[in-house]
């Protein structure tokens, strides 16, 4: 029985700290659509924040730069706090997650591509495809 009531006390700590992380991500990190993403990031910081390799096979045309969620918190130096950040990944969950750290971070103008770039429709660049 103590078993029991061991497991429902985990569950109910891990469902209230996804809740609270959830609503956190809703306050910090505004979702755009692909429309208003498109009118803004030209004057601001974008990021991909998926994989080289995700990144090489296609990502937004127009100056998106490649700072993966794995390399973040050793690469803030070089993002500006003075600027927005528009921040996108393949769905949109590392790029909240990307959201939460440069939030800890002192990072405020934050923006996400809702859908993120599996929605995108606009121009892609492709680069050269490199060994992995």
């Known amino acids: 029985m103590l078993e029991l009531y061991i497991v429902i006390g985990i569950l109910l700590v891990f469902i209230l700290f996804t809740v609270y992380r959830y609503f956190k991500q809703k ?40 700072i993966p969620l794995t ?26 997650r990307a959201a939460l750290l440069l939030h800890k971070n002192g990072y405020q103008d934050l923006y996400n591509l809702s859908g993120g770039f599996k929605k995108w429709s606009g121009k892609i660049k492709k680069t050269k495809k490199m060994d992995y």
Do not use: W
Request: proline share 3%.
């Open 27 to 66: 306050k910090i990190l505004k979702q755009l659509s692909e429309e208003e993403f498109r009118n803004g990031y030209r004057k601001a910081q974008l990021i991909d924040v998926r994989e080289p390799n995700e990144f090489d096979g296609g990502h937004i045309l127009g100056g998106a730069r490649n």
């Open 71 to 96: 390399q973040m918190k050793q690469r803030l130096t070089e993002l500006r706090k003075d600027k927005p950040v528009y921040l996108y990944c393949q769905n949109g969950s590392r790029s909240m």
